[in-house]
């Protein structure tokens, strides 16, 4: 059995059900487990994002999409030789990657049709039915299902926590910096669990723009910057982006200090098994009296006041 993944979750499925050697082509961007950062890549970008600001990326993704260009390209050449069985796609945001059309079409490269498995979970218990989908699909059943109890016991825990929280801040989690986005999908449902109040943001439902007026009226107490696809350090590298807008002094949040920046790119951006540490780092964050025996993973969060206050003295 011989699979390609198109997306960096489904490898991160793909792995944990203890199938990396049959793994045969994965994305650019598949970087966990560290190894299949070795695989053959079958995926590539037009767009270098290390190389251009959050408004840049947005520029160049929505001219694409008036023009009726992708962002992505599926390797042909590369995919003939990966001779994929199975492959890994989605339909959920063609931003992330390639779309359904594409990936029919690639395939006729290869003179038969491997099974597709496209795959668009929109929360955390549908994030859970991929890996038994995948599970299914690959003979691991087992391992499958021993994965999701293990996760699904993960979020109920924090449920049973945090669900009859009366102290439920209000949170804003920003998806996109330039312009600003607001988190959807899986998002505000984590925020919820972690006995936060996500307001703007609708569960289930894609990301979309706002305007900093309406973050604003908002007034969250706790803001989470979190961009889709970038680390700390990416997102560290564009805070002037954010905090050079007027509404950012007029923030509960600023005044009081709770801004947190988050490794959004292991932890929120993409829906595999990760996400659920994702919500134990939001329920330590929001609630660390109820977290006290956890400590999340290193450089998953920092507090910006912190590092703000370590590179003033340390500068």
Known sequence: MRICSFLPSTTEIVYELGLGDNLTGVTHECDYPPEAA??????????????????????????????GKSTYLVKKEALIEADPDIILTQELCEVCAVSGNQVQEAVQVLG????????????????LETINIIGEATGT???????????????????????????????????????PFVAGHWV???????????????????????????IVEFAPQMLFIMPCGYDIEKTINELDTITSNEGWFALPATNKGEIYLFDANSYFSRPGPRVVDGLEILAKTIHPESMKGYNPPPDSVINLRNYMQIEFFSG
Request: hydrophobic share 30%.
């Open 112 to 127: 038969r049709t491997p099974e597709i498995i496209s795959l668009e979970p929109k929360n955390m218990a549908e994030i």
């Open 38 to 67: 070795d695989k053959m890549s079958v995926i590539m970008s037009f767009i270098k994002p290390e190389e251009l600001s959050s408004r840049e990326i947005d520029d160049l993704v929505t001219k694409n999409a008036q023009d």
């Open 141 to 179: 059943q087992e391992r499958a299902a021993e994965l999701t109890d293990q996760l699904g016991s993960r979020i109920e825990k924090i449920r049973s926590k945090l669900g009859n929280e009366r102290d439920r801040p209000r949170v804003f989690c920003l998806e996109w910096l330039d312009p």
């Open 188 to 214: 505000p449902e984590m925020v919820e669990t972690a006995g936060g109040e996500c307001g703007i943001g609708k569960p289930s439902e894609p990301s979309f723009k706002v305007t900093w007026d309406e």
